[in-house]
């Protein structure tokens, strides 16, 4: 009887050590993401983006030393949710709108898995090995490489291991740019869906499906017509549910959306979600689109003119470049597991007058997805891939956004994949991106034919120091278009003051500066004049010391 009731007891604490295990928390409401690129996120992460809700969750799904985290943990949702470069996705204004709406003892948590520039055929149980075998960009390859080479089944593994902790609410899916004109991709979501119900022992008419559209027609969007083939969705999953993307901002490739884009078609899947929980969602307190700061700021770089560019760019005259030419990636170099060292990078320095959080845009042409990445870093920040940039010609596209103090700063951009082309650079707290070929550059190559050349900018100007290069003493000069305070100083490539050359009230018109330079090492230095609003930036070598 004693030994009965020991085995009776032991079996006790191993249930309840069991139910510790394996606790299911009711009120964290789960939602399984999966697609391509727009859902994977490449919308530009602003300010505004990473102050989130801890009730808002994200299981990582790789593993990201630069973002401290490890796969399979839960983290407050601060973007990037899909993979360590990634960028805004609609799941990230999803999760926000559901966590606006819902009680406060509610938590929601995402797992997104998606691949860029994938067809729907790679998350098909039985087509995703033929599809695989079919892919040749070595690009894509790496992507799915990263989920083990079967999104579907890491997907699943993923979910099995959040059911632990909470339910599976829904699924959303934004996929079809890459199967533009197929009338079956409603069937082969289909079987996608039946999968999942099935591998996850869900019920299928307690877990809806929410398919956003691409880029819509009222933007311009490239695989628009793919939306009447999205919208018969629901007839092959009743429960499903399409997402409008009308009116929702797009970039300028006219297929992925911009921030702004991305923000409101993420709350859409959100009210649509609410409603189908029967809670209508409230209006969001603030307009979608964030105020342009009023001291707004762009510095304009020329990459050819850089104080340092690695030999394995090769400067390529062409009359349709900014200032007349551009850098290119020399062909058969490849760098896609990390950034390039100094034999591949470009340092540009520049100087901002007001802190706070600043674009990066470049003027570049990839014409196809095997030459449109780069890795970038800030000052001595970590290295962040940039990919997804192909574009049909010439076009300004946002790199990243970093959150700048006032003052000197290194911009530096190694390649990822060769054939890379690369005009200008602009560094804006404006929430535009450039036109044309934007402002003068503030680094424009020297000139050394002898001539004292001055750029203006409404009556502003800072000429080139000559003789450049200088070996002693030279000459800067800088017009002003009325009396006011002006500051002229040198730095070195580290951003550090070297000199200061003039810091007083200066009378309307042009001055000259002589600069004594024969206690400097032999190097590249800029200068930099500060006027009112007027700032700009030139490069000088000096020889001989």
């Known amino acids: ?37 727009n859902m994977e996120g490449q919308g530009t992460i602003e300010t505004q983006d990473r102050t989130v809700d801890p009730r808002f969750q994200v299981m990582e799904a790789v593993a990201c030393s630069n973002l401290g985290r490890t796969k399979g943990s839960w983290y407050t949702a601060v973007p990037p949710l899909t993979r360590c470069y990634s960028g805004l996705s609609p799941a990230d204004y999803f999760g926000r709108t559901m966590v606006e709406n819902l009680p406060d003892s509610i938590k929601v948590g995402i797992i997104n898995v998606s691949v860029a520039g994938c067809k729907i055929e790679l998350f098909q149980k039985n087509a995703y090995q033929t599809y695989v075998s079919s892919i040749t960009e070595s690009w894509l390859k790496n992507i799915i490489n990263e989920y083990t080479g079967n999104p579907y089944a890491y997907l699943i593994d993923l979910a099995k291991q959040a059911q632990k902790d909470g339910i599976i609410k829904g699924i959303l899916l934004h996929q079809g740019e890459s199967n533009t004109g197929d009338s079956q991709w409603p069937a082969k979501v289909k079987s996608i869906y039946d999968d999942l119900m099935v591998d996850l022992n869900l019920n299928p008419t307690k877990v809806p499906l929410l398919a956003g559209e691409v880029v819509h027609a009222d933007q311009g969007g490239v695989c628009a017509s793919m939306n009447s083939i999205i919208a018969k969705l629901p007839q092959s999953v009743s429960n499903s549910y399409v997402i409008s993307s009308s009116k929702c901002t ?6 992925h959306f911009n921030s702004a884009g991305y923000r409101e078609i993420g709350r859409r899947y959100g009210v649509k979600m609410l409603s189908l929980m029967g809670i209508e969602a409230a209006e969001p307190e603030n307009p979608e689109e964030p105020e342009n700061p009023t001291d707004t700021e ?5 990459p050819e003119c850089a104080a340092s560019i690695g030999e394995n760019w090769d400067i390529i005259a062409d009359t349709d470049a900014s200032d007349g030419s551009y850098i290119m990636v020399k062909a058969g170099i490849q760098s896609l ?38 890795w970038i870093k800030m000052d001595d920040g970590a290295f962040v891939m940039v990919n997804g940039l192909a574009t049909s010609a010439w076009q300004w596209m946002n790199l990243n956004n970093y959150d700048l103090t006032a003052g000197a700063h290194t911009l530096t ?28 550059a503030e680094n424009a190559c020297s000139s050394t034919n002898g001539t004292d050349r001055i750029e203006s900018s409404d009556g502003y100007a800072l000429g080139q120091i000559y003789p450049n290069p200088i070996s002693d003493k030279a000459n800067i000069s800088f017009e002003i278009p009325g009396n006011t305070y002006v500051s002229l100083k040198v730095y070195n490539l580290l951003g550090v003051e070297i000199a200061e050359l003039a810091g007083k009230e200066f009378a309307k018109g042009k001055h000259t500066i002589k600069f004594d330079a024969k206690n400097l090492s032999s190097g590249v230095y800029f200068y930099t004049i500060k006027a009112d609003k007027f700032s700009a930036s030139k490069k000088m070598i000096l020889q001989g010391n």
């Not at 762009?298 to 020329?302: D, H, K, M, S, T």
């Not at 060292?341 to 007001?354: I, K, Q, R």
């Not at 054939?419 to 070929?437: R, V």
């Open 1 to 37: 009887m004693i030994r009965n009731q020991s085995g009776i007891f032991v079996l006790y604490s191993f249930l309840l050590l069991s139910m510790n295990v394996f606790s299911q928390d009711p009120n964290f409401h789960i939602y399984l993401c999966f697609g391509q690129s």
């Open 250 to 255: 797009d970039a300028a490739d006219n297929l």
């Open 413 to 440: 951009i190694t390649y990822r994949e060769d054939g890379a082309k690369l005009d200008k650079i602009c560094i804006s707290n404006y929430t535009d991106s450039p036109q044309g070929m934007g402002n003068d």
């Open 298 to 302: 762009a510095v304009y770089l020329e």
């Open 337 to 374: 597991a990390e950034a390039a060292g100094s034999e591949g990078s470009v340092e540009l320095s520049f100087s901002v007058e007001t802190a706070g959080n600043f674009n990066i845009y470049a003027r570049l042409n990839c014409p196809s997805a095997d030459d449109d990445s780069y």
